[in-house]
């Protein structure tokens, strides 16, 4: 197990804000639009999600096709980049329809050196040994590899990379075991587990791991996850969430001007 449960990020405090798919309920879901609004209001870490084209490049999009965030139809590990590119990732906001899906490269590129990430492996393509691997180089030539969680909710997709990458700390997504599971570094319980186990965080803290609850609107129960010590809050509105929380977030952290605000 990696001795790190989740990046440590300087200057800030826990728990810190992980921006659900970016500003995701005020941008198109997974765009680079979403992720700059998203750091602009204060999220600590990104959180994304990981697919690979037909040509091998990983882009950042949560479902198994392009039907529902884009203009689009098709299975994305079936559509290379160049005819992904093509796609609006408007998510049905016309002010948006220039946005793309963007590529993991793209996204690391906006990604400041003082905010971290967690990257959720949504295909199977990542049972593969050389799909593991290949995405570790990535990480690690795109900077970013020490501030990093690699998550799922399948442990298959997650085994390679403690031979492969073991100081990269890896999440376990659930919404059913209502314990802690002993082999991650970071724990993604659905939130009313947290409720029907009020011991999870002081156990899971106990072993050394994390805990942030799968809650995209936090806000009703955020009293309850700072008593019980979660070390992050998803959220599908870091603003929201920042300001509940009273975390004011830094001025101008990203100097593109150019994204239109959400109306």
């Known amino acids: 197990m990696a001795t790190r449960s989740i990046p440590s990020i300087p200057g800030k405090e826990k728990p810190y804000i992980m921006a659900h798919r970016g500003s995701k309920a005020l941008m198109p879901e997974n765009t680079l639009a979403a992720f700059r609004r998203a750091l602009q209001d204060g999220a600590d870490l990104l959180e994304t999600d990981l697919h690979q084209t037909a040509d091998g490049i990983f882009v950042c999009i949560h479902d198994s096709t392009v039907?529902?965030?884009?203009?689009?139809?098709?299975?994305?590990?079936?559509?290379?980049?160049?005819?992904?590119?093509?796609?609006?990732?408007?998510?049905?906001?016309?002010?948006?329809?220039?946005?793309?899906?963007?590529?993991?490269?793209?996204?690391?590129?906006?990604?400041?050196?003082?905010?971290?990430?967690?990257?959720?492996?949504?295909?199977?393509?990542?049972?593969?040994?050389?799909?593991?691997?290949?995405?570790?180089?990535?990480?690690?030539?795109?900077?970013?590899?020490?501030?990093?969680?690699?998550?799922?909710?399948?442990?298959?997709?997650?085994?390679h990379f403690r031979d492969l990458?073991?100081?990269?700390?890896?999440?376990?997504?659930?919404?059913?075991?209502?314990?802690?599971?002993?082999?991650?570094?970071?724990?993604?319980?659905?939130?009313?587990?947290?409720?029907?186990n009020p011991f999870y965080t002081w156990l899971a803290h106990r072993r050394g791991q994390g805990v942030c609850p799968l809650?995209?609107?936090?806000?009703?129960?955020?009293?309850?996850?700072?008593?019980?010590?979660?070390?992050?809050?998803?959220t599908d509105n870091p603003g929201l969430t920042c300001k509940k929380m009273n975390k004011c977030p830094q001025k101008n952290p990203v100097s593109d001007t150019s994204i239109p605000e959400a109306t």
């Open 67 to 159: 039907d529902r965030t884009t203009d689009g139809t098709g299975k994305v590990s079936e559509m290379s980049l160049a005819e992904l590119k093509k796609l609006s990732a408007s998510c049905g906001m016309p002010e948006y329809r220039s946005e793309k899906i963007p590529t993991l490269a793209e996204f690391m590129a906006i990604l400041p050196e003082d905010r971290a990430t967690m990257l959720e492996l949504k295909s199977d393509c990542f049972t593969d040994r050389d799909v593991c691997r290949q995405l570790i180089d990535e990480l690690t030539s795109g900077g970013i590899a020490e501030r990093c969680v690699l998550g799922s909710f399948s442990m298959a997709r997650l085994q």
């Open 215 to 234: 809650d995209p609107t936090p806000e009703r129960r955020l009293w309850y996850y700072r008593l019980i010590g979660c070390d992050a809050i998803l």
């Open 165 to 196: 990458a073991p100081d990269i700390p890896l999440a376990w997504l659930t919404l059913t075991q209502i314990r802690p599971e002993r082999e991650s570094n970071l724990l993604g319980p659905f939130w009313p587990i947290l409720f029907i």
